[in-house]
């Protein structure tokens, strides 16, 4: 875990909880403006997303921005990984704020996720509406969410070793590791599959129900609201096919836009365009702005 040194008591409570908090400055006005869980993409450095999260903490959120599982401290647990755990680092940073002050646990609460953060965060949202309405999350902003990969070679080879390197398009500056193991390839695969029934389960429900309910009582269920950035020609996910609404089902305002020529180098791949590390300061401003825009 990183500790912020300001938090190092604070930090104790948080047993279950892996990552960094991110405080708005002391003078900064009051009250909270809303509580943002973080996630970062797929063998990505946990910390690669703390501009963003110190970007929101100024802005006057409280940020719980989350280290996933096999992306800290040993390289085997990497090797090892389930999606299940992913999904438990996502449940304890939602928790974690549980723990906090009142005036930032009654806080709205938004999620902002890269790749595979996208994806986690709008799987544990969809989870969350089916239990209780969906009341717990109020705006998601999904950085090239991993829903639908081009790239499908390793996820459904599962009698290959969990430790076979497997290749990665991401420069070695943004990684955690210098490699991704098939493994953890194999728990990303399983997650979308998950996902995608849940997906597909939400449509035929929505159409069952807009069948049998009567026009005038029909009350909508408070849902998220969603915004999607991703650019076009996406080497890793289908850009295209994210823009079906599809997708969007039981959100409120899924909306995707695009993202172009806004990167640093030609070097980083357009999976990364929407990455803190990999955009240009004007486009690292406008996609500050265009999150606080749903928020």
């Known amino acids: 875990m990183v500790v912020d040194k300001n938090l190092s008591q604070q930090v104790r409570i ?9 405080r708005p400055p002391q003078d900064s006005a009051r009250p ?22 110190e970007r929101l903490a100024a802005e006057g959120y409280v940020v719980v ?12 647990d990497f090797v090892r990984v389930r999606h299940e755990a992913w999904q438990d680092d996502v449940a304890a940073a939602v928790a974690a704020f549980n723990t906090m002050e009142v005036e930032v646990r009654e806080a709205p609460l938004f999620g902002v996720g890269f790749s595979l953060g996208g994806l986690l965060l709008s799987h544990h949202a969809r989870k969350a509406w089916q239990i209780d ?47 991704c193991p098939h493994n953890a390839y194999r728990a990303v695969g399983a997650l979308m599959r998950e996902h995608m029934a849940m997906v597909h389960n939400a449509g035929a429900e929505a159409k069952a129900k807009a069948l049998v309910a009567a026009p005038k009582v029909v009350a909508a269920a408070p849902k998220p609201r969603v915004l999607v950035l991703v650019h076009q020609r996406d080497e890793l996910v289908h850009a295209d096919k994210l823009r079906n609404s599809f997708f969007g089902n039981g959100f409120d305002g899924y909306e995707v836009r695009y993202l172009r020529r806004v990167h640093r180098s030609w070097m980083v791949p357009r999976h990364l365009i929407c990455h803190p590390e990999a955009l240009k300061d004007d486009a690292w401003r406008a996609l500050c702005q265009q999150i606080l825009e749903i928020f």
């Open 133 to 179: 309405g969906g009341a717990i999350w109020s705006a998601l902003a999904l950085l090239a969410p991993a829903f639908t990969p081009r790239l499908t070679v390793g996820f459904p080879l599962g009698f290959l070793p969990g430790w076979l390197p497997y290749f990665s398009f991401t420069p070695r500056r943004f990684r955690r590791w210098a490699f």
């Open 32 to 53: 909270i403006k809303g509580r943002v869980v973080m996630v970062h993409g797929l063998n990505l450095a946990p910390a690669s997303m703390d501009p963003l999260a």
């Open 14 to 22: 948080f047993s279950e909880f892996q990552g960094r908090i991110f």
């Open 65 to 76: 921005r989350v280290a996933l599982s096999g992306h800290r401290d040993r390289f085997m």
